[in-house]
């Protein structure tokens, strides 16, 4: 597969993490149009195979946003060579759940109540400086993914004011004040 410069930095970044046994933390200032979102999915995906019986959730901030990640992902599911090796027990608009007892679903960032009561091993926030209320929804999504190894959360956007939920989390990241490893890609 061939990434772009921005993709390579970031998978190393996730392997460095998890080969430290580590839980992956990531939070990525972005511009438009480098795979970033693709490539969140796309690590995702994989998630459900490398670690059966894990549960994802994706959020993005639109509707039509949400649709388009998840079609990244039956995009993946319909062209891997290894989807014969597992049975696809459930494919909805908003839910993929395979043999192995993985699950991936999306949601939208106006149900701040998305995520509460399940527990998560990957969760994927795409364009969080544009949602709505990011304090209550990560509220509760941090508390859906446990601080352990194996477990993945990513946190993405472009840019999109001074002062709110994404730009502090991200200066705390760059002073070394959060769980998270800042990456920007201009």
Not at 87 to 94: M, N
Not at 116 to 124: C, K, N, Q, Y
Request: glycine letters at 6%.
């Amino acid at each position: 597969c061939d990434f772009g410069w921005a993709q390579r930095e970031f998978v190393a970044d996730v392997e460095r993490q998890f080969n430290s046994n580590k839980p992956v933390r990531i939070i990525t200032l972005k511009a438009r149009q480098l795979g970033m979102s693709t490539l969140t999915e796309g690590i995702l995906f994989f998630w459900n195979f490398l670690h059966p019986g894990s549960g994802q959730l994706v959020i993005a901030h639109k509707t039509a946003s949400t649709r388009w990640l998840f079609d990244k992902t039956k995009l993946f599911w319909r062209n891997w060579d290894y989807a014969p090796s597992y049975e696809l027990l459930s494919d909805t608009q908003h839910r993929f759940a395979w043999s192995n007892l993985s699950t991936m679903q999306v949601a939208t960032a106006a149900n701040v109540q998305s995520g509460r009561g399940m527990t998560l091993s990957a969760v994927h926030g795409s364009e969080v400086a544009f949602w709505d209320d990011p304090e209550e929804l990560m509220l509760g999504l941090k508390q859906t993914i446990p601080r352990r190894p194996r477990t993945i959360l990513v946190l993405e956007s472009t840019a999109n004011g001074v002062g709110d939920y994404f730009h502090k989390t991200w200066t705390d990241a760059e002073a070394g004040q959060s769980e998270f490893a800042p990456l920007f890609f201009p």
